[in-house]
């Protein structure tokens, strides 16, 4: 497929991490190898009951400079900060568990991570195999991804009275964000 061509809700976007560490020294070099790192769901994990993403990508960082013998200053794009990553999810404890990602929590390793915006649900498998990175699996509808590396940095729940229980959990992202690239159909 290609990327998303049309308005519409990314209602089915996911987030996937290495089952194992990616150090930094082992960061992929292009989109292939990125790539690589999800086409086999026993490689990665899927973060489970996702509320709400925060923002993926570089943001802007616009700086003015003063420049002599001009009335106004002109513009440059400087070193940006990366987004705080905080998902909100539906905190089902055995869920985060069983998914891997509990155990990730706060370890200290740098995992890759894969963000699938997605606006309909991949066809032909079900839950963490859908987002393969394969023809099949995540290639079966529109898609744009996202890469990088970073780490799992903590969890907070929210207990709640009159809605399902919460949980943050804050990511921290290292080095540069890449894509958004595309898993094509064959």
């Given at each position: 497929?290609?990327?998303?061509?049309?308005?519409?809700?990314?209602?089915?976007?996911?987030?996937?991490?290495?089952?194992?560490?990616?150090?930094?020294?082992?960061?992929?070099?292009?989109e292939?190898?990125?790539?690589?790192?999800?086409?086999?769901?026993?490689?990665?994990?899927?973060?489970?009951?996702?509320?709400?993403?925060?923002?993926i990508?570089?943001?802007?960082?616009?700086?003015?400079?003063?420049?002599?013998?001009?009335?106004?200053?002109?513009?440059?794009?400087?070193?940006?900060?990366?987004?705080?990553?905080?998902?909100?999810?539906?905190?089902?404890?055995?869920?985060?568990?069983?998914?891997?990602?509990?155990?990730?929590?706060?370890?200290?390793?740098?995992?890759?991570?894969?963000?699938?915006?997605?606006?309909?649900?991949?066809?032909?498998?079900?839950?963490?195999?859908?987002?393969?990175?394969?023809?099949?699996?995540?290639?079966?509808?529109?898609?744009?991804?996202?890469?990088?590396?970073?780490?799992?940095?903590?969890?907070?729940?929210?207990p709640?009275?009159?809605?399902?229980?919460?949980?943050?959990?804050?990511?921290?992202?290292?080095?540069?964000?890449?894509?958004?690239?595309?898993?094509?159909?064959?």
């Open positions: 497929m290609a990327h998303i061509s049309s308005i519409g809700a990314g209602l089915h976007s996911a987030l996937a991490v290495t089952a194992s560490a990616v150090p930094v020294a082992s960061r992929p070099a292009n292939a190898a990125w790539v690589a790192l999800f086409a086999d769901d026993a490689n990665f994990d899927r973060f489970p009951n996702i509320r709400e993403f925060p923002q990508g570089t943001p802007a960082n616009i700086v003015n400079v003063p420049v002599y013998g001009q009335k106004t200053s002109s513009q440059i794009q400087g070193q940006a900060d990366a987004p705080t990553l905080e998902l909100t999810i539906n905190y089902v404890p055995s869920e985060l568990a069983s998914s891997g990602i509990a155990a990730k929590v706060g370890d200290g390793n740098v995992y890759a991570f894969q963000f699938s915006l997605l606006n309909a649900s991949p066809t032909g498998a079900a839950g963490k195999e859908q987002l393969q990175a394969v023809a099949g699996n995540l290639g079966s509808v529109a898609n744009s991804n996202f890469y990088f590396q970073g780490k799992i940095e903590a969890l907070l729940v929210s709640q009275l009159t809605d399902a229980n919460q949980a943050t959990l804050t990511l921290s992202a290292i080095g540069d964000f890449v894509g958004p690239f595309t898993i094509d159909a064959p």
